[in-house]
């Protein structure tokens, strides 16, 4: 019977006949003395077997490679002065095994050193073939556990002090619009029918709301069929949050709590409240991004009302079509970026055009407020205009101002990268900062040019802002934004909760009254039986944590992960089914595979 794991031995259990599970992390034999780290989920710590002190382990131990699963049983034992390993938590005592009994031996050559003390690097797509493997080294399994922690911590946070009940919800549901696209299922007892898989427990959530739940919770599986980034899966999971009778504010406040108790937690870490705040607008200005990278400067600046009327060609038919001409003002730019570099076959040009962006317009700034730039810039800017740009952008000798112009969407797009790039180059990112803030007052709608017509910029169940009810198209959402060092972290509102209202918002993104009562009848009908004014909020705990660990990638903090393909490498998902499968669902595939 296990008596400890691995790595909650101390000094303090010197003397105790201790009984351990695990695998063989690495063995040393030095002098006919066989040294073994014996690995579990807790940690790792010394095993000794000597022909001298155990005979009766002795060959067994002799026998043990890495990776074989084994019981020891033995005495804990005071390390010698010389042998003591002050990098792991158990590296005060050893442990002289009285048995050693094998479980199950490695059969196969391993596909990688598995071993915490081997630093070579394996390529991802090994690691997640062989996952169970990765799973057992150091860093995903530390990564594993602080997931454990995290959502740990949140449960008894929103249970025992904030009073929330957790609440499942449906994995199978009905496909609605907007968002990405659904992952959808045929029925096979429903023929012709078809269920969807969630993107989110939105509506649900709102309808526990309208049953009185008050304070509902849920670690919920999601899934989206969209491609796929560093920071995004097909499944995933969120925390799900949604609060009856609670101002804007109110939620606000009970949310900074949450993240400031799971920092401290998990992190150790205080994290002073209230949180800063952006305005939408005032993000996009500053930053051209609605998730901004504040441990940083490198601010943008509208020069639009300046150059409206200079004589360069670029601006003036950006700023005519109703665009806007904005400067990231780079300090020191001129000695580290070239003008090859800003020019066609250059990096810095090669950011701008994958944001969209035709070219990149520069000014370089010189001693006694001269500039150096082409031409065609230099010769149709007037002395005063000259002189507004220097101030509006505080621009010394050494700066570097790279121009943005066109529609606001491309230029901000455009800036943002180059922002984010340059200070990556620079190293003005301080990797020890948590600058955590509330990007709030979005619009209802964004423009879609492709279906020209609007569509909710968050989803079409989120409240306008009281003030702006008298013209829904133009009007600001109560939503709001928790961004986390340039990554969002979680994104929520208050709801509609008057069927009225949600019958305009259903309207002004071009929703007929017969499709919005098909979609979306069951909400509408429930907004008729006293539904009380409501918010929430949707974390997502895989990017949280994946923030929380230092990685770059979702993939190293979810236990099966798909590839950017949407591919299980473990299982070779997605796969092929039997044409008897799909018969009873009465489906068949249009696929032709290419010859």
Same mark, same amino acid.
Not at 28 to 40: A, C, E, K, N, Q
Not at 91 to 118: C, H, M, W
Not at 468 to 483: F, I, P
């Given at each position: =019977? ?50 001298? *002190? ?43 095994? #009285? ?11 391993? $596909? ?16 997640? @073939?062989? *996952? ?32 929330? =009940?957790?609440?499942?919800? $449906? ?5 609605? %619009? ?36 008050? *304070? ?13 980034? /560093? ?11 949604? =609060? ?67 004589? +360069? ?30 020019? %066609? ?80 180059? +620079? ?14 007052? +979005? ?5 879609? %040019? ?16 009281? #003030? ?69 909020? /949707?974390?997502?705990?895989? *990017? ?11 993939? #190293? ?16 998902? $997605? ?7 799909? @018969? ?12």
């Amino acid at each position: =019977m296990r008596t400890h794991y691995c790595g909650e031995l101390r000094s303090s259990h010197i003397g105790e006949t201790v009984t351990l599970y695990g695998w063989v992390d690495r063995r040393r034999d030095h002098g006919g003395v066989i040294f073994l780290d014996l690995r579990d989920r807790s940690g790792t710590v010394q095993i000794v077997s000597d022909p001298q *002190r155990t005979p009766d382990s002795y060959e067994e131990a002799n026998a043990l490679r890495n990776e074989y699963v084994v019981e020891i049983t033995g005495r804990v034992t005071q390390r010698p002065e010389e042998s003591l390993n002050s990098r792991i938590p158990t590296g005060e005592v050893e442990i002289y095994a #009285d048995k050693i009994t094998l479980l199950n031996a490695v059969r196969k050559q391993l $596909p990688f050193q598995v071993s915490s003390a081997d630093t070579e690097p394996v390529r991802e797509e090994l690691r997640l @073939k062989y *996952r169970y493997l990765d799973l057992r080294r150091d860093r995903m399994a530390k990564n594993l556990q602080l997931r454990h922690q995290v959502v740990k911590s949140i449960r008894r946070y929103l249970e025992d002090v904030e009073g929330f =009940m957790e609440v499942e919800t $449906p994995f199978l549901t009905r496909s609605t %619009p907007e968002g990405a696209r659904d992952y959808i299922l045929p029925s096979r007892v429903n023929p012709g029918e078809w269920f969807a898989l969630p993107q989110s427990p939105q509506l649900f959530k709102q309808l526990l709301m309208v049953s009185g739940c008050d *304070r509902y919770y849920q670690v919920a599986r999601c899934f989206r069929d969209e491609d796929l980034r /560093a920071d995004r899966q097909p499944e995933f999971t969120q925390l799900d949050m949604e =609060m009856s009778f609670m101002s804007l504010e109110e939620i606000i406040e009970l949310n900074e709590k949450l993240v400031c108790h799971i920092f401290q937690n998990i992190k150790g870490i205080e994290v002073s409240r209230p949180f800063p705040r952006l305005t939408y607008a005032e993000a996009m200005a500053r930053y051209g991004s609605d998730k901004p990278d504040t441990r940083y400067g490198l601010e943008l600046v509208d020069v639009s009302d300046i150059l409206k009327d200079s004589g +360069f060609k670029v601006f003036n038919e950006a700023i005519a079509k109703g665009g806007i001409v904005k400067i990231l003002p780079i300090p020191h730019g001129n000695d580290a970026i070239s003008n090859v570099r800003i020019k %066609p076959g250059g990096d810095i040009f090669k950011e701008a055009s994958e944001a969209g962006a035709k070219g990149l317009a520069y000014i370089r700034v010189r001693e006694n407020g001269e500039i150096d730039t082409i031409g065609a810039i230099k010769d149709n800017l007037t002395p005063e205009q000259k002189q507004e740009i220097l101030q509006r952008t505080n621009a010394q000798p050494g700066h570097l101002l790279l121009f943005g112009a066109g529609d606001g969407a491309t230029v901000n797009k455009t800036l943002d990268r180059l922002r984010q790039y340059t200070a990556r180059e +620079f190293n003005l990112i301080d990797s020890q900062k948590i600058n955590l803030l509330w990007v709030v007052d +979005f619009p209802m709608f964004e423009w879609n %040019p492709g279906e020209k017509r609007l569509e909710a910029l968050h989803h079409p169940f989120t409240a306008p802002h009281p #003030d702006d009810l008298d013209d829904l198209k133009t009007a600001r959402a109560q939503a709001y934004d928790l961004v986390l060092n340039g990554l969002e972290v979680g994104g929520g509102s208050r709801r509609i909760y008057q069927r009225e209202i949600q019958e305009q918002v259903f309207e002004a993104i071009g929703l007929s009254p017969e499709e919005a009562q098909n979609k979306f009848g069951f909400l509408l009908e429930a907004f008729e039986y006293g539904t009380p004014p409501h918010g929430g909020i /949707a974390y997502g705990l895989d *990017r949280l944590v994946m923030l929380l660990t230092g990685e770059e990638s979702i993939r #190293d903090v979810i236990a099966f992960p798909k590839t950017q393909q949407a591919r299980c490498l473990l299982t070779d998902a $997605p796969s092929s089914v039997d044409d008897k499968q799909l @018969k009873e669902l009465q489906v068949a595939s249009t696929f032709k595979p290419k010859v």
